[in-house]
T-cell receptor
Framework: AQSVTQLDSQVPVFEEAPVELRCNYS??????LFWYVQYPNQGLQLLLK??????LVESINGFEAEFNKSQTSFHLRKPSVHISDTAEYFC????????????FGKGTKLSVKP | NAGVTQTPKFQVLKTGQSMTLQCAQD?????MYWYRQDPGMGLRLIYY???????DKGEVPNGYNVSRLNKREFSLRLESAAPSQTSVYFC???????????FGSGTRLTVV
């Protein structure tokens, strides 16, 4: 069965510092991988996704994630964070078959301090 | 704007009361989902509907029922609310396997 592990429940970081939010998954078949962001009191928004092809995927606001099949990881990175990046981030995986529902990790709260 | 609409946004129930959470999407998506979000637990799937006319249990279905009324609407019913059902409920829809979910803004439910 699939599972998603987000290794850090909270990550505090200073503004303009780099950040990495870690995500590992377990699956025996090919997968699709997603990162979602949830700002306070809002729903989840898709940040980026990996389906196939290039293992490095980017979002429009400077985040990137790299799919590593051998380590079954999909870590999210940003070289320089802003106060506005403060949010909870969820990693999710679905198996690459006809009806693979998304399985979510428990989330990582990113807190950016001035 | 196109998207997923949930009503109500907030609700307080007494133990034993019933209520229905409404969800509608206007993106012509086939699949719809209900999740609950609790602190430290992430999102857990309650029920889903892969297509109009079908529904299936997710990870935590006990105490809930669903209805896929038509392609647009997918409701979640609590027949006899319990304090353990205090949570934030999210509805989502999806165009297909290669697309992520589109989420509604959530319903914050408190059962006292």
């Amino acid at each position: 069965a699939q599972s998603v592990t987000q290794l850090d429940s909270q990550v505090p970081v200073f503004e303009e510092a780099p950040v990495e939010l870690r995500c590992n998954y377990s699956s025996s078949v090919s997968v699709y991988l997603f990162w979602y962001v949830q700002y306070p009191n809002q729903g989840l928004q898709l940040l980026l996704k990996y389906l196939s092809g290039s293992t490095l995927v980017e979002s429009i606001n400077g985040f990137e994630a790299e799919f590593n099949k051998s380590q079954t990881s999909f870590h999210l990175r940003k070289p320089s964070v802003h106060i506005s990046d403060t949010a909870e981030y969820f990693c999710a995986v679905s198996e690459g078959r006809s009806q693979g529902n998304l399985i979510f990790g428990k989330g990582t709260k990113l807190s950016v301090k001035p | 704007n196109a998207g997923v609409t949930q009503t109500p946004k907030f609700q307080v129930l007494k133990t034993g009361q019933s209520m229905t959470l409404q969800c509608a999407q206007d993106m012509n998506h086939n699949s719809m989902y209900w999740y609950r979000q609790d602190p430290g637990m992430g999102l857990r799937l309650i029920y889903y509907s892969a297509s109009e006319g079908t529904t299936d249990k997710g990870e935590v279905p006990n105490g809930y029922n669903v209805s896929r009324l038509n392609k647009r609407e997918f409701s979640l019913r609590l027949e006899s609310a319990a304090p353990s059902q205090t949570s934030v409920y999210f509805c989502a829809s999806r165009e297909g396997q290669r697309y992520g979910y589109t989420f509604g803004s959530g319903t914050r439910l408190t059962v006292v």
